[in-house]
């Protein structure tokens, strides 16, 4: 496979998603041909399971039942959008991928890491992100920047991870930076604390040492 696997991680309001819009344009401007996506969702099917995880009450799944629902999505994410898009050689930018399960069903809701790690290996392989980007921040200044909503779940709306409390916040906070420690060859972690333009730097920065070809 010759493109390369770029993944965007962090809690709720990180500010991900931006970050994700701002690299692939540096990446283009350097003659790069950058698919941009995102989990849960990046396919058709994958979508059509994303409705099921980002609305409606907060306790509607358990950890394991919302872990097997993310797995689905990654693979067919993974057999429509990313492994075509790699095998051509183009650079797959991802915001969220397996570490948001260990982190938020793992972490936050207490499924067991071997059976998340078994599931992933299942649909997944041996791929693994050549880069992933941990977006840290206080948990307090990302729902603030997700603007958190309280009161009950309006059915068009997609927060219902950002309803589920501080105390699974703070965990899968926790939970990202465990993972980081624990793979530091794969990961950075990003002080998303800091403005636009600085975080954008520091991202800029840490592609460029661990990705030279960028
Ligand atoms: N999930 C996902 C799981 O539980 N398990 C899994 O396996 C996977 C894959 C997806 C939900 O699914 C969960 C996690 C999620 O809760 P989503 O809507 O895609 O839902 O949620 P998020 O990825 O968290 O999206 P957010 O929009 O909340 O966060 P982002 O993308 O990190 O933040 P962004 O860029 O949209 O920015 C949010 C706001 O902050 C501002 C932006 O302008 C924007 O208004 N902002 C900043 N303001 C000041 N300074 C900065 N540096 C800023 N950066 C951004």
Known sequence: MSGRFITFEGGEGAGKSTQLRRLAQALEARGHSVVTTREPGGSPGAEAIRALLVTGATGRWDGL????????????????????????????????????????????????????????????GDLRPDLTLILDLPVDVGLTRAGVRNGTPDPAVEDRYERMGTDFHERLRQGFRAIAAAEPDRCAMIDASAGLDDVEAAILAAVRSRLPEA
């Open 65 to 124: 039942t919302e872990a097997l629902l993310h797995y689905a999505a990654r693979r067919d994410h993974l057999r429509c959008t990313i492994l075509p898009a790699l095998e051509t050689g183009q650079w797959v930018l991802c915001d969220r991928f397996n570490d948001s399960t260990i982190a938020y069903q793992g972490y936050g809701h207490g499924a067991e890491r071997a059976g998340l790690d078994a599931l992933y290996q299942m649909v997944a």
